[in-house]
């Protein structure tokens, strides 16, 4: 399990997370977090998200245990910390997503969402550490989306992370495999394969009616890995025409035309 914020520097994180929404005026405070849900929605589709955040922030400050407003605000700090620059507002940010994931997933443990927040999150993390760091998160990954996927057999977000799952296992070398399996008790990395990868990723596009662009971005990555170069190919353009919806889009689109460049 993560190590969690010291409370002191939660406290001042928040605070001045808070700040942008506090100086609107008075009639911020009078907005219940219902509201604040319903504003953090409408900055999120626009794809304002340090706007979006601190209206999911107020939503928690008002009501802790608030389950719509603690899955979103891990869903915004993960955007966040993906299109942010290495370092400490990066980590911060994914500190605070996978927090809220667990948050969520305490106040609703029977419900998808919190479930595949929590898997993204530490997905996400687990690409920034070393391998047997990875290994070690992969775990707990691979549990949190087969849970959401329990609740929802077709959420594309966690079809996509339970891919990602099998792709990111098979990426290890071999060796590592081998080493989490004999010293780590990781036997479940038997499982992973390049099959369930696509399988996973094509069922994540079929099932997203937004069409989103990072699921096939990822899954052009698997084409590419197993030698299907038309296949990425036509993902890669597929994603050059795609119109930009969510907040990491423009990242999402110059990824894309870079690997599109090295096939």
């Known amino acids: 399990m993560m190590t969690r914020f010291p409370v002191t520097r939660l406290a001042l994180a928040f605070a001045l997370a808070l700040l ?15 509201d604040h849900i319903t504003l953090g929605d409408r900055e999120y589709e626009a794809r304002r998200a340090t706007a979006a955040r601190a209206h999911f ?75 047997m760091d990875r290994i070690r998160y992969s775990k707990i990954v691979r549990a949190e989306a087969l849970e959401a996927l329990r609740h929802d057999s077709t959420h594309a977000g966690a079809l996509h992370v339970l891919g990602m799952w099998h792709a990111e296992v098979m990426r290890v070398n071999g060796f590592a495999r081998a080493f989490a399996r004999a010293f780590l008790g990781a036997q479940v990395f038997g499982l992973a394969n390049w099959d369930d990868a696509q399988r996973l990723l094509e069922a994540s596009v079929r099932h997203d009616p937004l069409q989103r662009i990072v699921h096939h971005l ?46």
Do not use: C, T
């Open 57 to 131: 922030l107020q939503a928690i400050a008002l009501e802790p245990k608030n389950y719509e407003a603690l899955w979103k605000a891990s869903r915004v700090e993960v955007d966040l910390a993906e299109a942010a620059a290495k370092g400490a507002e990066a980590d911060s940010l994914m500190a605070y997503g996978e927090a809220h994931a667990r948050d969520a997933v305490a106040v609703r443990p029977d419900d998808a969402e919190g479930h595949f927040s929590l898997a993204r999150a530490l997905g996400r993390k687990a690409l920034s550490v070393g391998v």
């Open 218 to 263: 990822d899954l052009a990555g698997i084409y590419a890995d197993r030698g299907m170069k038309d296949r990425a190919r036509r993902e890669y353009e597929w994603i050059a025409a795609a119109p930009v919806r969510d907040i990491n889009d423009d990242l999402y689109q110059r990824q894309a035309a870079e690997r599109l460049k090295r096939l």
């Open 20 to 34: 942008p929404v506090r100086q609107a005026g008075a009639q911020s405070a009078a907005l219940s977090a219902a």
